[in-house]
């Protein structure tokens, strides 16, 4: 029974450190999203600083696609995709954290509903297919992860797969489209 007690109090305080991590980390960013593009200016690894902090948010958005899309056509499209979907990747640890800490709002709600159905039946492969495509609906995403306690590689590796292919698209986008303006004008 000593063993069951001091495993709840450990699982507690990781849940509520978790929180904090979350509250604290979105605070900081949101607090410094006018700065954010002066990362750009370190190539590669301010790209990844930037999908960081941009994924790192929970329900506050943060320009992270525009500077991938931007960066794009000044850097090499494949490199940029590799920077910021792990960057985003890991900055999406950030709803799945919150999921995990037991301590979701979301929980109640509409999108909450319709997305924890695919998470619990496709697991990994919706977490993918929802990183992959430009949504505001990927923190409840990850939230939900947390909460049905899927592994975290698990939860990392199918959100930076699905971030490179979303990466990918907008960093060549941004590659592809530059360059044909600048040919129109």
Not at 49 to 64: D, K, Q, R, S, W
Not at 94 to 101: D, E, P, R, T
Request: hydrophobic share 55%; glycine share 10%.
């Amino acid at each position: 029974m000593p063993t069951f007690k001091r495993s709840n109090v450990g699982i507690t305080t990781l849940r509520v450190l978790s929180i904090i991590a979350v509250i604290g980390i979105t605070v900081y960013i949101y607090s410094i999203r006018e700065h954010v593009q002066d990362f750009a200016a370190y190539g590669y690894p301010g790209i990844f600083l930037i999908a960081l902090m941009a994924n790192a948010t929970v329900f506050l958005p943060a320009p992270g696609i525009a500077i991938v899309f931007a960066m794009g056509s000044i850097f090499n499209p494949l490199g940029v995709a590799l920077a910021a979907g792990t960057g985003g990747a890991l900055g999406e640890l950030s709803g799945y954290l919150a999921g995990f800490s037991g301590q979701a709002v979301v929980e109640q709600t509409d999108i909450y509903e319709k997305i924890t159905p695919w998470i619990n039946k496709y697991g990994g492969w919706a977490i993918l297919f929802l990183a992959a495509i430009p949504n505001p609906f990927f923190d409840i995403a990850g939230i939900a992860a947390g909460i049905a306690k899927m592994p975290l590689w698990k939860f990392l590796l199918f959100c930076w797969v699905g971030q490179l292919i979303k990466m990918t698209m907008f960093a060549f986008a941004g590659a592809y489209s530059i360059d044909w303006l600048q040919k129109m004008f």
